[in-house]
């Protein structure tokens, strides 16, 4: 039997940041994962190997994952960066135009391959001395008072006072505790791909939501299209569409799809060029109806599934670590880790950050979705009026401030 403070399972961007997070603590972790993982792979270079997946890694966590020694470790030339966004509505007249510089900032946040961002966390996970168990599924969750007993399915046994579950949408942990999951189904499939620019990008972020003729009949969903700027004159997109365009889109061949992207981005950037295949997943929204249960902590993924209309989703779970460290950093001395009234301190603040990125995204769907003329209308007289500074400039500070 092996006897730790913290067992996180999953090995994914979030458990990864958690275990070195808690071992910079002072706790002793071990993490689990059923798949195998290693920092040594090589990774690929060229316009045709950029990752598919990319995300959107705001300031303040770009700051932490530097505190954790992970950001220096980061190939530097594949790091986007963020310093103005412009949001179009479907009238198309003039978009809403976000400045960093606005409210005195450099970025409103930086854009990096997972790949890249999860080799640099296993770097530092082997550095930090963290114990890993890989390749092996969970096959048992026992729970007592101060305990988490978690066997694997080689027999292996962890003990520890705290579980950690980022496990993903589909969490194993989550299923053994009995956790329900409020869902909603988006009725959209998110397209991502990667693109050459004829024109510089000039590091702006642009979106687009879309309630054109193909959408309506495609089931009457609006379409929500991002162009992420990559160095050089790259792009990320994600093409968060109605289901059934969406599946129209994946099978057009690469020219007519790469047309479709620059006609439905008004050619802001030119010509565009593929750079690999499109993939497309399913979008819903999954929330756990609790996120402790004894001393079984929900994070990421495993917590709460979002719209990646915000940008926000790995965001969100980088702040879980971020609360959970801080709270069990707050506690006294004789004050057990699992400790009731530090796991409710982080239940609350985890409820009152997500409930503030769910009315924004939730909101933003609901009102570009409706096809109604009025609404239509009231939506892009608001774009329109939000160009007023003191507005903009809050709208900023809340993009920034995850």
């Not at 979030?14 to 002072?26: E, H, I, K």
């Not at 550095?127 to 048992?140: I, K």
């Not at 305990?147 to 003990?159: F, K, M, P, W």
């Amino acid at each position: 039997m092996l006897k730790t403070d913290i067992t996180i399972v999953g090995a994914g961007l979030v458990g990864l940041s958690a275990a070195v997070a808690m071992r910079n603590a002072g706790y002793e972790v071990v993490l689990v994962d059923r798949q195998l993982h290693g920092a040594d792979n090589t990774l690929p270079e060229g316009d045709a190997d950029w990752d598919q997946r990319i995300y959107a890694i705001s300031p303040k966590n770009a700051q932490w994952l530097n505190d954790l020694g992970v950001w220096s470790l980061l190939d530097s030339t594949r790091i986007g960066e963020m310093h103005a966004m412009e949001i179009w509505g479907d009238a198309g007249a003039q978009p809403l135009s976000l400045l960093a510089e606005d409210v005195n900032a450099d970025d409103l946040g930086f854009i990096i391959e997972e790949r890249a961002l999860k080799k640099a966390l296993m770097r530092q996970v082997e550095v930090r001395g963290v114990r890993t168990l890989f390749g092996n599924p969970c096959a048992a969750l026992n729970m007592a008072p101060g305990q988490a007993r978690l066997q694997l399915d080689n027999g292996q046994v962890i003990e520890s006072a705290l579980l950690v579950a980022a496990d993903g949408v589909h969490s194993w942990v989550r299923q053994q505790l009995g956790i329900a999951v409020e869902q909603k189904d988006y009725r959209q499939t998110a397209i991502v791909a990667n693109f050459i620019t004829e024109k510089p990008h000039g590091n702006i972020a642009r979106q687009w939501f879309r309630q054109d003729g193909a959408d309506a009949d495609a089931g009457g969903h609006c379409g929500i299209l991002a162009w992420l700027p990559l160095p050089g004159n790259k792009i990320s997109i994600v093409w968060s569409a109605p289901a059934r365009y969406a599946d129209t889109l994946m099978q057009l061949d690469d020219a007519a799809f790469t047309s479709e992207v620059m006609c439905a981005g008004n050619a802001a950037l030119g010509r565009l060029t593929m750079m690999g295949a499109p993939a497309a997943f399913p979008l819903a929204l999954k929330k756990a109806v609790a996120v402790v249960q004894g001393n079984v902590v929900l994070a990421g993924d495993a917590a709460h599934r979002i719209h990646p209309m915000a940008g926000q989703g790995v965001n969100l779970g980088f702040r879980d670590i971020v609360d959970l460290v801080g709270v069990l950093s707050g506690r006294h001395s004789l004050q057990p880790i699992y400790d009731d009234s530090l796991l409710k301190r982080y239940t609350r603040a985890r409820k009152a950050d997500l409930s503030n990125m769910l009315m924004l995204t939730n909101g933003l769907y609901h009102l570009f979705e409706s096809q109604n003329p009025v609404v239509r209308t009231v939506r892009n007289w608001g774009l329109s009026a939000t160009n007023r500074q003191a507005i903009k400039k809050e709208l900023v500070k809340q993009a920034i401030a995850l």
